[in-house]
């Protein structure tokens, strides 16, 4: 087992803290029989090989190993394939961060533009490196165990490698496997792999019967997502539904693997292509809940209103007057929301891709309201030296 390991020169390579000679122990300690043990290699490994969607030089030469530990007994074959997803699925950290403001003065620099395309080298490398593990995934589809062919669908999912034997398998088990958290994920899985015009017709000959809860929510969200404006009222129903009464759904969601985000934030995202008429309610329902969700979901939620309440990018230099009522209600609602500014510097990114105000002090001057401030305990400076009083410390990706 694991053949080879020591032979890498993983003391050149880098990862997220340095030269990569944890490694090696690390991928050992995954195989071991102390559960303990493989947790604290799982806990360093999400740090350094992966480190917050951003991966390393060092990632590439990881990933065979751990695709032959898929094979050992004694190894979490289900983590092992979710890290596997996300190392396919990495980024490069400057490219991701080369728009925003900070980086205003060096994305231009020749030595800037060299780092990004380095490390766009080593996330095609990555996910190369994955993509060999497909024949391996594919027998996975079938094992006994339902939390290892949930998490091979999710795989396939993150990797979009779309070839006519995968689409195939993961639909396969969408249709016809016995656990509901392996369908939910195969059909998760299939909005990624197969074409719309094959998979909407199965969601829709089989939405009716289905009634296993996150089986048909993740149903209503591959079809709403497919259809956008088309969407029948039966899926969008199952969507407004899951926005308040979500307290079973939530526990199911938790236990599937692509849980990023709560029912709340992830329905959001699948109401954004709903035709004009349904934008309203739907944009009352979320500036209400989005003070309920926490973190990261109140950064989909805030999208998805503005996503339902203008479709992309603001004219520029445009007026509060000119907008329509869907849209001024929205951006109030945004305005006072301190649970949308929790994560205020990614809170004004997103404000500045639709063109409006990305601060809540400018936003309040904008839609005409009283500047008001969330708390008097912390002020947060924001970009051109604009100042909030917020209950949150200043953090970013």
Not at 27 to 47: F, I, N, P
Not at 99 to 107: D, G, I, L
Request: proline share 5%; hydrophobic share 40%; with cysteine.
């Amino acid at each position: 087992m694991l053949d080879g390991i020591d032979e890498i020169p993983w003391g050149d390579y880098e990862h997220a803290y340095g030269p990569a000679e944890d490694v090696p122990q690390l991928l050992r300690d995954l195989a071991d029989s102390d559960a303990d043990v493989r947790d604290d290699a799982e806990y360093s490994l999400y740090g350094n090989l992966w480190h917050q969607g951003t991966v390393y030089e060092a990632t590439q030469y990881a990933v065979p190993f751990l695709i032959e530990l898929l094979g050992h007994e004694q190894a979490d074959r289900d983590w092992i394939l979710v890290y596997l997803a996300h190392l396919g699925n990495g980024n490069s950290y400057h490219d991701v961060h080369q728009h925003m403001s900070f980086y205003e003065e060096q994305r231009a620099d020749e030595e800037f533009q060299e780092m990004v395309a380095k490390e766009l080298s080593w996330v095609v490398a990555a996910y190369e490196a994955v993509v060999k593990g497909i024949p391996t995934y594919l027998a996975l589809l079938d094992d006994p165990d339902p939390g290892v062919r949930a998490c091979c669908c999710y795989l396939f999912a993150v990797m979009r490698h779309q070839s006519e034997e995968i689409q195939s398998a993961v639909l396969k088990r969408a249709i016809e496997d016995e656990d509901n958290i392996v369908r939910a994920a195969a059909y998760f899985g299939s909005m990624y792999l197969t074409d719309v015009d094959v998979l909407l017709p199965i969601v829709e000959e089989n939405f009716g019967t289905e009634v296993d809860l996150l089986v048909k929510w993740t149903m209503a969200q591959v079809w709403a997502l497919g259809a956008g404006p088309e969407t029948p009222s039966k899926a969008v129903d199952v969507l407004l539904d899951a926005l308040e009464n979500n307290e079973e759904l939530e526990t199911q969601f938790q236990s599937s693997p692509w849980y990023e985000q709560d029912v709340i934030a992830t329905t959001s995202y699948a109401l954004q292509g709903l035709p004009p008429e349904m934008a309203k309610q739907t944009i009352s329902k979320l500036a209400v809940l989005i003070e309920e969700v926490k973190g990261y979901s109140a950064l989909g939620v805030a999208e998805s209103i503005l996503a339902l309440a203008f479709g992309g990018p603001a004219p520029e230099d445009i007026k509060f007057e000119d907008l329509d009522e869907v849209q001024q209600e929205a951006l109030k609602a945004l305005a006072y929301s301190s649970k949308a500014w929790t994560f205020n510097v990614n809170m004004a990114e997103i404000m500045r891709w639709f063109k409006l105000p990305d601060w809540p002090d400018k936003l309040q001057e904008f839609c005409g309201l009283e500047k008001k401030s969330f708390d008097d305990s912390f002020v947060a400076r924001g970009p051109g030296g604009h100042t909030v009083t917020a209950t949150f410390e200043l953090e970013e990706e």
